[in-house]
């Protein structure tokens, strides 16, 4: 995580200069690396002379804008400060519910928020580098807004510097000293606000975007129609049956319109596996197929030859009153009811049971005629039977028709489509393969991506955007709630120099401390976690 630092020369208000960053010379050159043993930065002049005669032109709109940034920023710092002194207190157990406080600071404060706004976004390389650049535009709207604000205020901005100290990236914008010194408070507090400022409007934009991508892509893409495969897994069980571009049409029957409805979905299965109560899957099929095909009993447990499964004849009284130890024994013990089916035939048929998705257990769950019987497949415990219509339009429309099932789908033009069924565990499965709500309006596989890398950028900009407002809101050192703080206490009347400098070090080492206490309850949870 890249820590946002600032350098700037800046005033005590007590007469007496605290700037870090020696004074620079404006004819140097626009672009200069400095370097030492523990630190070394780059910095950047050639904006410098652009971003004055920008916010010099725009001077009153800016100071109007940036004033607002001062009432968030100053309530961000509030909140943040009540969290540190509650996270502060239970570490003292002079609070001892803490455990929302806790998730609240440490999901925040290090990014790792409750409810991502993508489902399925886990860390990997290429992950990695939408971390990396979301943290490089967030730092670039927080810093930008800290040199735009300057100009409105008439301070010449000596330069835009990235840095390295030790093992901690960061950035910073110098300032001149001599005209800084002149401002008055609520000038220097807008400064001082405008990085956290900007970095909330751009949570704000990010969030918005997301939410009106649907639209703003809507004359390439179709969403919410149907779950589009991106990618599956080498590993993945599914790799055998989708490849990307494949469409899921269905998932036990019923239509997924969503990556996070397919992830509900398969969290419902995976509960119902292991449930008491019996949640019956079959399939109405002719009797005499029981009659043909038995299965072989070898030591406990029934067997089938080659890719044949074991099915269970279950009488539609018992679909809903057997709980599933009861189903267990009542299959061993029939060994009439077991028989050998082939998943291919058994879904062409209608379902019954009253575990499928979407069935309710007080409807009728037996549709079967008189031929036919109700048979159930017997599964392992924790095992889930899924049956998925998928949907090939892409390989279809490029290859030309195949061997397997052709139907219409949505507009009307012949698409391969097929049906399989997983046996397995569910939660692995689901999260082996990567999807998609988007559908491209032409077919081709060229952009099937670009709205997932959308959704990725802008939700993972949304993230380090916002931790970064809150790690700057915190009353620490070298960040930028150290600089607001110290302008803020300069309004409290009663207190004279010497004391402000005391409450201020007193605010700054308790926000410190809290800060290093919290990041530690973060690394702690994490290792018991795994």
């Known amino acids: 995580m890249m820590v946002n630092g600032r350098r ?3 005033s005590s208000r007590r007469g007496s200069s605290n700037a870090v960053l020696p004074l620079q010379n ?5 672009l200069s690396p400095s370097i030492s043993c523990w630190y070394c930065d780059f910095k950047v002049r050639a904006l410098n002379d652009l971003l004055y005669t920008f916010g010099r032109k725009h001077a009153r709109f800016l100071r109007f804008w940036f004033s607002i940034g001062v ?3 100053l309530a961000s710092l509030l909140v943040v400060a009540l969290i540190l002194f509650f996270e502060f207190s239970a570490a003292l157990h002079l609070y001892t519910d803490d455990l929302k406080i806790k998730n609240l600071y440490v999901g925040f404060l290090f990014g790792s928020l409750p409810s991502p706004l993508v489902p399925g976004f886990k860390l990997s390389l290429i992950d990695g580098m939408y971390l990396v650049f979301s943290t490089l535009v967030s730092v670039i709207v927080h810093e930008f807004g800290h040199a735009i604000s300057a100009a409105s205020e008439g301070v010449q901005i000596e330069y835009i510097a990235v840095f390295l100290a030790v093992l901690f990236p960061g950035a910073l914008v110098a300032f001149d000293l001599d005209i800084l010194r002149n401002l008055p408070l609520f000038s220097t507090l807008r400064i001082y606000c405008a990085g956290i400022w900007h970095n909330a409007v ?6 918005l975007t997301l939410l009106l991508l649907p639209l703003i892509i809507y004359p390439l893409y179709i969403h919410g129609d149907n779950l589009l495969v991106l990618d599956v897994t080498p590993k993945s069980p599914l790799s055998g049956y989708l490849s990307p571009g494949d469409i899921i049409v269905s998932l036990d029957g019923m239509q997924v319109h969503g990556p996070q409805e397919w992830v509900d979905m398969m969290v419902l299965i995976n509960k119902q596996a292991y449930q008491s109560v019996a949640h019956t899957k079959g399939y109405c099929v002719p009797s005499s197929w029981a009659q043909d095909r038995k299965a072989e009993l070898e030591g406990d447990q029934f067997s ?8 269970s004849v279950v009488p539609c009284l018992n679909l809903t009153a057997l709980d599933g130890e009861s189903r267990e024994r009542g299959h061993m013990k029939s060994r009439e009811s077991m028989h050998c089916l082939t998943a291919r035939d058994v879904v062409q048929h209608k379902k019954c049971g009253n575990g499928w998705l979407g069935t309710a ?3 009728n769950t037996c549709p079967c005629t008189e ?3 109700c048979s159930t497949p017997v599964l392992t415990p924790g095992h889930s039977w899924v049956e998925i219509k998928y949907a090939s339009p892409f390989a279809c429309s490029s290859q030309g028709n195949n061997s397997t099932d052709v139907e219409a789908h949505n507009s009307g033009a012949t698409k391969c489509q097929g049906t399989f069924v997983f046996v397995g565990d569910v939660l692995t499965m689901a999260n082996s393969v990567q999807l998609t709500a988007y559908q491209p309006r032409w077919t081709s596989n060229f952009g099937l991506n670009l709205p997932s890398i959308l959704e990725k950028t802008l939700a993972c900009t949304f993230h380090v955007s916002l931790t970064l407002a809150l790690l700057n809101s915190l009353p620490v050192f070298f960040l930028d709630g150290e600089c607001i703080l110290e302008v803020s206490l300069s309004y409290v009347p009663w207190l004279n120099a010497r004391k ?11 926000g410190t401390l809290s800060t290093i206490l919290a990041f530690f309850i973060f690394i702690l949870h994490g290792a018991r976690s795994e």
Do not use: Y
């Open 8 to 10: 700037v020369r800046r």
């Open 26 to 30: 404006r004819n140097h050159q626009l």
């Open 71 to 73: 009432g968030f920023s």
């Open 202 to 207: 751009c949570c704000a934009d990010c969030a």
């Open 304 to 311: 089938c030859p080659g890719e044949l499964t074991v099915f």
């Open 361 to 363: 257990t007080s409807g």
């Open 371 to 373: 031929e036919e019987s």
């Open 500 to 510: 402000k400098r005391q409450v201020l070090q007193i605010f700054l080492w308790g």
